[in-house]
Nanobody
Framework: QVQFVESGGGWVQPGGSLRLSCQASTSIFNMYAMGWYRQAPGKQRELVAEIETGRTAPIYADSVKGRRFIISRDLYRNRLFLEMNNLKPEDTAVYYC???????????WGQGTQVTVSS
């Protein structure tokens, strides 16, 4: 069984920063894709940032482009990170870690960590 432990969420004022982390119970070296998704109240879960095999750069949602969010990984320690800067109220959501071994799956999900941006 693949398990994730996510951490780093919390409350922050607009313009602040947070760093999310996801520790996997299995090697992520040969994963096809690894990324972060989020789900806000009343909305569908959406892709925030993803590292995908064969691409020279990560994929980012339009709302976080321009290096406002930065995804990174530690292959040696089997960890995935999301650096979030200049946070906005619309970034408020539950953030989920996702790993995918192949293009079509299987998908593995973390339990989610709450991020709340308000003044």
């Amino acid at each position: 069984q693949v398990q994730f432990v996510e951490s780093g969420g919390g409350w922050v004022q607009p313009g602040g920063s947070l760093r999310l982390s996801c520790q996997a119970s299995t090697s992520i070296f040969n994963m096809y894709a690894m990324g972060w998704y989020r789900q806000a109240p009343g909305k569908q879960r959406e892709l925030v940032a993803e590292i995908e095999t064969g691409r020279t750069a990560p994929i980012y949602a339009d709302s976080v482009k321009g290096r406002r969010f930065i995804i990174s990984r530690d292959l040696y320690r089997n960890r995935l990170f999301l650096e979030m800067n200049n946070l906005k109220p619309e970034d408020t959501a539950v953030y989920y870690c996702n790993l995918r071994k192949w293009q079509s799956g299987p998908d593995y999900w973390g339990q989610g960590t709450q991020v709340t941006v308000s003044s």
